[in-house]
């Protein structure tokens, strides 16, 4: 893709408008560096040099989205907790529109906190707790559904299988953007079983679309060079979800895309080093969404998904892409 196609195409993206659906959590880091073993376990100890945090999740996307306008919402569900007012002042500071997050004391901010010594993640510990949405909190969500969704261009669902997005939510969305033709974008989580209908464009990585149909992640790793093996689940996706685009995100092979009654595409990675994977499956699907609406086609928007994804696996933490490093990208390309 050119420059100029490129600049054409995302010209019109300070005026899209988003809601991004699905569960808010908070990145933790804590930055050290390791001179020692412990005398009390085979393990390094790691001295603090620093600490930041980022949005995760669903705040993540929206993160991302907000690079390129400022007309991004967050709808998702977090405790009273000073984690979740952490997440909220990260948002709130860059612009993001928090008034869809809702608050329940019963909830626990899911709260993912790596320790990184030398570039290197030396072990990641997770804070959440397993619950259900309460009825009274998807009820609030629906309502803000069917307020929120005439008014933007597309819905991102960004589901980790925390618990957020449950059938009904799915539902609603699905029906609500038919009815308003919204684009409606989704990056799964194949250990929650929502039957998806209506979607544009869905975003598994390898290892997701492998156990969405039931098979090991043994198998996904078998297919790293079988393209007809990949092609395969590829189209079984499509069906099963009923999408009208597939983008199989392959780590360092790129990304395929799958669209109804044409080849798959390949395109091959464009990260030139990788130093943290965190938030890079958020950034493909804000980008992908963000091309989509502006009027790529589906193979630009795949391109364009995938040059940001490259950048972003470029930097340490959860990171974003900027506008400016995504056009300086395709300018050098």
């Known amino acids: 893709m050119t420059s100029q196609r490129y600049h054409a195409i995302f010209d019109s993206a300070a005026k899209r408008r988003f809601l991004v659906v699905g569960d808010v959590m908070l990145d933790e880091f804590v930055w050290g560096k390791v001179s020692r073993i412990s005398p009390e376990a085979p393990v390094p100890v790691v001295q603090v040099t620093g600490e930041s945090w980022y949005p995760g999740g669903a705040a993540n996307v929206a993160r991302n989205l907000r690079e390129f306008t400022e007309n991004v919402t967050v709808m998702g569900l977090i405790g009273h907790d000073e984690h979740a007012d952490r997440v909220l002042r990260l948002l709130t500071t860059i612009g993001v529109d928090v008034s869809c997050v809702e608050r329940d004391p019963a909830w626990q901010t899911v709260v993912k906190t790596r320790i990184i010594a030398r570039q290197q993640q030396i072990v990641r510990v997770d804070r959440e707790k397993a619950a259900a949405v309460s009825a009274d909190v998807e009820e609030r969500f629906i309502t803000t559904l069917r307020r929120t969704v005439p008014d933007v261009d597309a819905v991102i669902i960004a589901d980790y299988g925390k618990g957020v997005v449950r059938q009904r939510l799915a539902d609603e969305i699905a029906d609500l953007g038919r009815k308003h033709g919204k684009l409606l974008a989704v990056d799964p989580n194949p250990n929650n079983p929502i039957e998806w209908r209506h979607v544009t464009a869905i975003k598994p990585n390898r290892v997701e679309a492998f156990t969405a149909l039931g098979l090991t992640p043994d198998r ?114």
């Open 220 to 333: 996904a790793a078998a297919s790293e060079h079988d393209d007809a093996a990949l092609h395969e689940i590829g189209e079984a996706l499509l069906d099963k979800w009923r999408a009208e685009l597939l983008l199989l995100t392959l780590g360092e092979e790129g990304m395929l895309l799958f669209e109804r009654g044409k080849r798959p595409y390949h395109t091959p990675t464009k990260a030139r080093e990788i130093f943290d994977v965190s938030g890079a499956g958020d950034t493909a699907i804000a980008i992908l969404a963000l091309a989509l609406t502006c009027g790529a086609s589906p193979t630009e928007a795949a391109e364009i998904a995938n040059v940001a994804s490259g950048i972003v696996v470029g930097k340490l933490g959860t990171a974003a892409v900027t506008a400016a490093e995504l056009a300086e990208s395709f300018h050098v390309h």
